[in-house]
Nanobody, 118 residues
Framework: VHLVESGGGLVQAGRSLRLSCAASGIIFSINAMGWYRQAPGNQRELVAGIISGGGTNYADSVKGRFTISRDNAKNTVYLEMNSLKPEDTAVYYC?????????????WGQGTQVTVSS
């Protein structure tokens, strides 16, 4: 089972980016998926999450600017990031709580860099 992120890059403050994360492999079900980020010198933090029932939660710092969504048919989760700020600069990691042959466990993507210039 793999999680593969895409969509990172370098943008100016105030612009938008859309991240995608596709889960592949033998997946029986997806309990939750989310996006975390880690800036240099900081701990990894939750940015946004979405559970199987569709409920979402966001870090206070991104509420109103970021939107998490998913396509169940594609086992893909998205993070639409608007009004980006330099403090959003970080490596963004996709996380999935998946039920697979190995049971119910967490999986992580390799990370994608988001850099916001002022």
């Amino acid at each position: 089972v793999h999680l593969v992120e895409s969509g990172g890059g370098l943008v100016q403050a105030g612009r938008s980016l859309r991240l995608s994360c596709a889960a592949s492999g033998i997946i029986f079900s997806i309990n939750a998926m989310g996006w975390y980020r880690q800036a240099p010198g900081n701990q990894r933090e939750l940015v946004a999450g979405i559970i199987s029932g569709g409920g979402t939660n966001y870090a206070d710092s991104v509420k109103g600017r970021f939107t998490i969504s998913r396509d169940n048919a594609k086992n893909t989760v998205y993070l639409e990031m608007n009004s980006l700020k330099p403090e959003d600069t970080a490596v963004y990691y996709c996380n999935g709580r998946l039920v697979t042959d190995w049971g119910d466990r967490d999986y992580w993507g390799q990370g994608t860099q988001v850099t916001v210039s002022s």
